[in-house]
């Protein structure tokens, strides 16, 4: 009934750039906190970046002043420009929602996954 469907994830070099992008879309009444996250082989899955609907944003440490996440309410969608991509970035990006569909019930939603690697 909501699916999130994320793209732009590539192989690019240390010190390149990607623009990641996630679209919602089903049942959706109200979409709260949207964001990014990202696993790592062998690691766990981590907190990159999220904003609130009111545009309050969020960083890991390790990604702040790198990474800049935007969302567009109208358009049911979030983005995350990647500058100055290292070898440690490289992980599976997994977008993230907490949505109240159209019958009243919230749930977090989870998309299936892009892959950014980054290495020469």
């Known amino acids: 009934q909501v699916q999130l469907v994320e793209s732009g994830g590539d192989s690019v070099q240390p010190g390149g750039s990607l623009r990641l992008s996630c679209a919602a879309s089903?049942?959706?009444?109200?979409?709260?906190?949207m964001g990014w996250y990202r696993q790592a082989p062998g690691k766990e899955r981590e907190l990159v970046a999220t904003?609130?609907?009111?545009?309050?944003?969020n960083y890991a440490d390790s990604v702040r002043g790198r990474f800049t996440i935007s969302r567009d309410n109208a358009k049911k969608t979030v983005s995350l420009q990647m500058t100055t991509l290292q070898p440690e970035d490289t992980a599976v990006y997994y977008c993230n929602a907490n949505i109240q569909q159209i019958s009243g019930r919230w749930s977090d939603y989870w998309g299936q996954g892009t892959q950014v690697t980054v290495s020469s």
């Open positions: 089903g049942s959706i009444f109200i979409i709260n906190a």
């Open positions: 904003t609130t609907s009111t545009g309050r944003t």
